[in-house]
């Protein structure tokens, strides 16, 4: 099975910049992945990482090390907008599958 | 081009009711899925389609059932609802193609099971 571990709630100020951690432990791996929630709203795709390293989009970056099982998303020049739901999720081993799982997600608030 | 799309968007039942939810998807995706998401909590995987004619169980798949007569449509049939099931359902597609598993969600349903 998947497990998924992120941090329930975190807090920060306008123009700051913030990271989210996401730790997994999966029978299976072939990719990590970070979404986006507004309350009320449905989940949006930010970005995707399937190999080591750092993936850069606009403002926001994400990063996976495979070996420590460990990835995180970051958040630069934060935004009002910014606040929002953020869940990492693993893609299943199994490609066939083409399913993922994703963690309780962590609650961004970011103050003026 | 509408995405994913679901109906209805809010439904309320008393417990014993049944009732389908409609999914659908006009990206010619291969993939389709339920999930259930209760407040505060993350996206659980309900049942999940690889293709026409496919089905296959999520994490949580009791009490639900599904079908995916058509490529581009699935549904999501609760057969007796109970307080249990309260909850906001989504609806996701993504693409074979896509190594991300980028998945595309539908606005949501919010069913209440008094």
């Known amino acids: 099975g998947q497990s998924l571990e992120q941090p329930s709630e975190v807090t920060a100020v306008e123009g700051a910049i913030v990271q989210i951690n996401c730790t997994y432990q999966?029978?299976?791996?072939?990719?990590l992945s970070w979404y986006q929630q507004h309350d009320g709203g449905a989940p949006t795709f930010l970005s995707y990482?399937?190999?080591?390293g750092l993936e850069e989009t606009g403002r926001f970056s994400s990063f996976l090390s495979r070996s420590d099982s460990y990835g995180y998303l970051l958040l630069q020049e934060l935004q009002m907008k910014d606040s929002a739901s953020y869940f990492c999720?693993?893609?299943?081993?199994?490609?066939?599958?083409?399913?993922?799982?994703f963690g309780d997600g962590t609650t961004l608030t970011v103050k003026p | 081009n509408a995405g994913v799309t679901q109906t209805p968007k809010f439904r309320v039942l008393k417990t014993g009711q049944s009732m389908t939810l409609l999914c659908a998807q006009d990206?010619?995706?291969?993939?389709m899925y339920w999930y259930r998401q209760d407040p505060g909590m993350g996206l659980r995987l309900i049942h999940y389609?690889?293709?026409?004619?496919?089905?296959a169980k999520g994490e949580v798949p009791d009490g639900y059932n599904v079908s995916r007569l058509k490529k581009q449509n699935f549904l999501l049939g609760l057969e007796s609802a109970a307080p249990s099931q309260t909850s906001v359902y989504f609806c996701?597609?993504?693409?074979?193609?896509?190594?991300?598993?980028?998945?595309?969600f539908g606005p949501g349903t919010r069913l209440t099971v008094l």
């Open positions: 999966t029978s299976g791996f072939y990719g």
């Open positions: 990482n399937g190999l080591d």
């Open positions: 996701a597609s993504s693409s074979l193609a896509a190594t991300s598993n980028e998945q595309f």
């Open positions: 389609s690889v293709g026409e004619g496919t089905t």
């Open positions: 990206m010619n995706h291969e993939y």
């Open positions: 999720a693993v893609r299943d081993g199994d490609t066939n599958a083409g399913k993922s799982t």
